[in-house]
């Protein structure tokens, strides 16, 4: 009988419980059901407004993270959820520019701000600020970015046509052919439709239900956004991980397996072509998030770097069976922020049926003097598994 036997009463096995703490602790960085609703409606309200006060046929729908239900909480008191929204204008690319485009939405965001200040709204945004590809509204602990887009006529009906200031071509994208992809490496997990069996008859909102595949994305880009919290130009983007991710993943219910295998089975989709390191969007072939690695080495390196350390903690906790929880504590919080994983480890001995402070004080499991993350460091990248020509 192993350690977490004894603390289980023999109920679970060892990647059962190592499940349920990831779980926990990840639990802790989805948004705030009531920060969603707020968000939610704010979103409907200025989807409504752009498709009210645009030309006719303006689209509004969401994408990335928000689309997906892989929003992860900001790793600082200061940082916002980011909610992205694509504004797409039924136009021909040789109607307009990148630039006409922007302006348009653009122009209603502001007019959409002064209606809502003159009425004397105090839902309203606080701020609108153009970046490189959107238009960005501020609001308390989130803010909204939205796309400007045209349809793209050549990978109809979903793809659509983006601006991005710093490049000269139009940027392709297909967000919601991608949402239909992730949802259906989502539902590979026989465990998921269960859930949502369950869902339905308690009436909870779906999404409120998380899959494997969702919680095993948010497990990585938390640990990614702190292992780069000091170094976020090289940080890899969410898109990426969240592609080699649903590639890889097998419909394991499993969550500490299911990151384990994925994280074994992730080089195999990094891809090689033309000399050219390659990771092609499964909604549009063309897009390559990994194109920055071609331009910028350091950014793969800094990726493989990521890559290697999260490998070796999953291995290093998959050791720990026979060595206590005590053990498994201190190496999840060498990695993880203290915050979710002593969140965790409580609701953990809550489920136990016992008094938090009886079970995991006498190892000092629960200690305030967590050592916090570890960071990435400045040098040395590990190797890079054999990628895939």
């Not at 485009?101 to 122009?107: A, E, F, N, T, Y």
């Amino acid at each position: 009988m192993n350690a977490y036997h004894q603390t289980q009463d023999n109920t679970d096995s060892a990647e059962q419980m190592l499940s349920m703490l990831l779980d926990g602790a990840v639990e802790v960085l989805d948004i705030a059901p009531d920060l969603h609703d707020t968000a939610i409606e704010r979103y409907g309200e200025v989807g409504t407004w752009l498709a009210e006060n645009g030309s006719p046929g303006w689209e509004i729908h969401s994408q990335g993270s928000f689309l997906l239900g892989t929003v992860v909480r900001p790793n600082t008191e200061t940082g916002d959820y980011d909610i992205d929204l694509v504004c797409r204008l039924p136009l021909q690319r040789d109607s307009t520019t990148k630039e006409e485009l922007k302006q348009r939405v653009g122009d209603q965001l502001a007019a959409y701000r002064r209606w809502k200040q003159r009425r004397g709204h105090t839902d309203g945004p606080e701020s609108l600020e153009a970046r490189r590809r959107c238009w960005t509204l501020g609001y308390p602990g989130f803010h909204l970015d939205v796309l400007p887009a045209i349809p793209d006529e050549e990978h109809p009906t979903t793809g659509i046509l983006l601006t991005d200031k710093k490049l000269h071509k139009w940027q392709h994208s297909n967000p919601l052919g991608y949402a239909d992809w992730f949802r259906a490496r989502s539902e590979l997990s026989p465990a998921l439709l269960e859930k949502r069996l369950v869902a339905s008859v308690a009436k909870v909102p779906e999404h409120h239900i998380r899959s494997t595949l969702q919680r095993l994305v948010q497990i990585l880009k938390w640990h990614c956004m702190l292992f780069f919290a000091e170094d976020t130009d090289n940080r890899p983007p969410s898109i990426l991980l969240t592609t080699l991710a649903g590639r890889a993943y097998r419909g394991e219910d499993d969550l500490f397996t299911a990151v384990r295998n994925v994280l074994a089975a992730m080089p195999l989709f990094i891809e090689k072509r033309d000399g050219q390191w390659w990771v092609p969007n499964p909604a549009h072939k063309e897009e390559n998030f990994t194109d920055k690695w071609n331009e910028y080495p350091e950014r793969r390196q800094a990726f493989l770097a990521w890559f290697g350390e999260i490998t070796t903690i999953m291995d290093n906790l998959a050791l720990t069976e026979s060595k206590g929880l005590h053990v498994v504590y201190s190496q999840l919080i060498k990695s993880f922020a203290p915050g979710p994983v002593m969140h965790s480890f409580a609701s953990y001995g809550a489920r136990m049926k016992a008094p938090t402070g009886q079970r995991m004080s006498a190892t000092g499991l629960l200690s305030a003097t967590a050592t916090g993350p570890r960071r990435k460091p400045n040098t040395n990248y590990g190797q890079h598994p054999a990628a895939r020509s």
